[in-house]
Structures are given as structure tokens and as C-alpha cells.
Nanobody, 124 residues
Framework: QVQLVESGGGLVQAGGSLRLSCAAS????????IGWFRQAPGKEREFVGG????????FLADSVKGRFTISRDNAKNTVYLQMNMLKPEDTAVYYC?????????????????WGQGTQVTVSS
């Protein structure tokens, strides 16, 4: 089992940047694929992107490609979501999630462990 804690959310103007962190505790963090998701009020949880165990492969939803990047530092048990050129429609609670088996996938139900989320608000 791995426990996840997100941080780095906040209020930012459109066009600005934020970097979210997902810090993990527990054993074998490098064994987990990590996905980033977001959920806006009244909407379903949406896949933002994910990163493979060694950080060699990352995946991003079309809505954030060219603006967001994902990286990880297994020595620090942390995954990062760098968000640039933020838009009001990026406003949501952002979650990271861990998956031990299989590949990075966009379905939230395929992830085993979740953080509590961090709020990102982008003003126009």
C-alpha cells in the first residue's frame, strides 16, 4: 500500500502556472504507476495524465497536451504535475492515484490508492 498526499494547488490567473506535487509514503513507490485526475463541480473525474514507474513514459490528455507535463523523482517518492498556460476550464480538484499492476490507464476505477486532492482555481 502507498499513501498519497497532493500539494501545490491554489488560485492563479489565466495564463499562469502551478506545480502540483504528489508525495508518497510506504514501500516500493517506484513500483507504482501514477495518474493525475481532476474533478470539477458537477462533472465526472477526468484523467489528466500519468507516468510509468521509471518515469520513462508519460501520457497526457488532449486537453492539456502542450501545457502540462508530468515527472517523478523516485528518490523523493514524489510525482509532479507542472501546469502552464492555465485556463479557467482547468479549475478543479486535482488528485493523484497509484496503480501497482498494469499500465497507466485513464479509468479512475483502475487505480488502487488516492490522495485527498488539492484545489486549483484559475481566474479569468
Amino acid at each position: 500500500q502507498v499513501q498519497l498526499v497532493e500539494s501545490g494547488g491554489g488560485l492563479v490567473q489565466a495564463g499562469g502556472s502551478l506545480r502540483l506535487s504528489c508525495a508518497a509514503s510506504g514501500r516500493s513507490f517506484s513500483s507504482y504507476r501514477i495518474g493525475w485526475f481532476r474533478q470539477a463541480p458537477g462533472k465526472e473525474r477526468e484523467f489528466v495524465g500519468g507516468i510509468e514507474r521509471d518515469g520513462g513514459s508519460t501520457f497526457l490528455a488532449d486537453s492539456v497536451k502542450g501545457r502540462f507535463t508530468i515527472s517523478r523523482d523516485n528518490a523523493k517518492n514524489t510525482v509532479y504535475l507542472q501546469m502552464n498556460m492555465l485556463k479557467p476550464e482547468d479549475t478543479a480538484v486535482y488528485y493523484c492515484a497509484a496503480r501497482r499492476l498494469g499500465l497507466v490507464v485513464p479509468n479512475p476505477s483502475d487505480y488502487d490508492n488516492w490522495g485527498q486532492g488539492t484545489q486549483v482555481t484559475v481566474s479569468s
